[in-house]
């Protein structure tokens, strides 16, 4: 994981596949605080790089898998409550890319 720090964090393509890398190691993670700091950095990764590049299909559909899955650790009301922030964002991934 500390190679992919390396990387150039001002690229949106690379923020996103970071994020990604990072939710996926989440899962394998036994320490529920390594594993919810994992899915913390992803989101903050997913966040920068809707920002810089919001037209990208893959960037909202991961900003949406990592916001139901950073609002799932706040608990169920956080969780319900950005659930149609999550919608809009898959919404916006079909949008952009049907396949």
Same mark, same amino acid.
Not at 19 to 33: I, L, W
Not at 60 to 66: D, E, G, R, T, V
């Given at each position: 994981?500390?190679?992919?720090?390396?990387?150039?964090? $001002?690229?949106?393509?690379?923020?996103?596949?970071?994020?990604?890398?990072? =939710?996926?190691?989440?899962? $394998?993670?036994?320490?529920?605080?390594?594993?919810?700091?994992?899915?913390?950095?992803? =989101?903050?990764?997913?966040?920068?790089? *809707?920002?810089?590049?919001?037209?990208? =299909?893959?960037?909202?559909?991961?900003?949406?898998?990592?916001?139901?899955?950073?609002?799932? *650790?706040?608990?169920?009301?956080?969780?319900?409550?950005?659930?149609?922030?999550?919608?809009?964002?898959?919404?916006?991934?079909?949008?952009?890319?049907?396949?």
């Amino acid at each position: 994981m500390e190679c992919l720090k390396a990387l150039d964090l $001002t690229n949106a393509e690379v923020q996103w596949r970071l994020g990604r890398a990072q =939710f996926k190691v989440s899962g $394998t993670e036994s320490s529920s605080s390594e594993k919810a700091d994992l899915i913390r950095d992803a =989101f903050k990764n997913l966040s920068e790089a *809707l920002e810089k590049d919001d037209k990208n =299909f893959a960037i909202h559909k991961w900003y949406a898998i990592l916001l139901d899955a950073k609002s799932n *650790l706040d608990g169920i009301k956080p969780r319900i409550q950005q659930l149609e922030n999550v919608k809009k964002h898959m919404i916006k991934a079909i949008e952009l890319n049907p396949e």
